[in-house]
């Protein structure tokens, strides 16, 4: 994928079709030059079995298609900057995915459009509670759809005004923070 933000949008879809209530995504920017990607979901999980598989881009769970390359093609782009991917999950409890990044090797990809990728999932799924963390150097700010839905008061986070004052706030909060997540 071209940006991270992509991975981020697929690995998130992949918590909301498992059925998670709650997400978190986490993206930390360290001054040593790494970025730690995490998705952490209250989803269905995985057996052993298919987390053993599934960065296998031949096997996905999927009855539509014959391959899944969301998580393989993540794993690649971790490995390609020297970074890592590691899963965890198990049946009833869920999964988190942590992505480590080099974000000095010259095969880092991007980070991409965050804010989009933020109002994407929220208006694609509104009912899910969703905790978005982005952290650098000494900055970072927590983003809960749970304390803007209790400001709301039964107004829908798909509320077009709703979205564009997210994305204005998200994108207020990145500036903030040097304009990395932009």
Known sequence: MKELSLNILDVTYNS??????????????????KLIMSVIDDGKGMDENTLRRVTDPFYTTRTTRKVGLGLPLLKLACEQTGGTLHIESALGRGT???????????????????TSTVTTLISAAPDID?????????????????EVKEILGGISLTEPEVL??????????????????I
């Open 16 to 33: 909301i079709a498992a059925g998670a209530k709650k997400i978190e995504v986490v993206l930390d920017y360290s001054d040593d030059g």
């Open 130 to 146: 969703f905790i978005f963390r982005f952290m650098c150097s000494d900055h970072s700010f927590v983003f809960s759809t749970c």
């Open 164 to 181: 564009l004052w997210i994305k204005e706030y998200l994108l207020e909060q990145f500036k903030i923070m040097g304009g990395i997540f």
């Open 96 to 114: 988190a995915i942590r992505a480590v990044f080099n974000t000095q090797s010259i095969d880092f990809t991007p980070i991409g459009d965050m």
